[in-house]
């Protein structure tokens, strides 16, 4: 049997010294870290890769007088949602606030998730920004983004010379 077939990293490894594949990662995430910071464009590792810890759910639906955003937001204050409009793109941002544990009170379980959001859509060029409207309740989000009204054409004859 050639050393080639008997050769294996995992058995190198026990050789050598313990194997952690835990201690690997670790240090792949770093090196990725060093490598995003140093980019020519200052991108911050730790900014550029941060995501949020959840994001609601939407639908976008359009009939011929608008476009309809609804996004689930249960368990966010109506005075911690905030929609605007910048260059072109909707913006979805809000919080959703930890409850705060109580004296007394023990937590068997906490699965939904906290903390900030923010999701943005690019418009479509026939929105007209300064109508747009949005209201919040039941949980539900929603964006009303009207379509601008585009006078029909004029025909006219062109004459030929």
Do not use: N
């Given at each position: 049997m050639s050393s080639l077939l008997k050769w294996s990293p995992f058995r190198r490894a026990r050789a050598v010294g313990e194997w952690n594949p835990l201690r690997q990662m670790e240090d792949w995430d770093s090196r990725m870290e060093r490598l995003l910071r140093d980019w020519p464009l200052g991108l911050d590792?730790?900014?550029?890769?941060?995501?949020?810890?959840?994001?609601?759910?939407?639908d976008i639906t359009e009939d011929e007088k608008e476009y309809l955003v609804k996004a689930e937001v249960p368990g966010v204050k109506k005075e911690d949602l905030k929609v605007?409009?910048?260059?072109?793109?909707?913006?979805?941002?809000?919080?959703r606030r930890a409850e705060l544990e109580e004296k007394g009170k023990t937590f068997h379980r906490m699965e939904r998730s906290y903390g900030r959001f923010e999701r943005s859509f690019l418009l479509p060029s026939d929105v007209d920004p300064a109508g747009v409207t949005s209201d919040s309740k039941d949980g539900l989000l929603r964006v009303h983004l009207p379509k601008k009204t585009i006078p029909s054409p004029k025909s006219a004859e062109i004459p030929i010379e």
């Open positions: 590792a730790r900014e550029s890769l941060t995501l949020p810890d959840w994001s609601p759910k939407v605007r409009i910048d260059d072109g793109a909707l913006t979805l941002s809000g919080e």
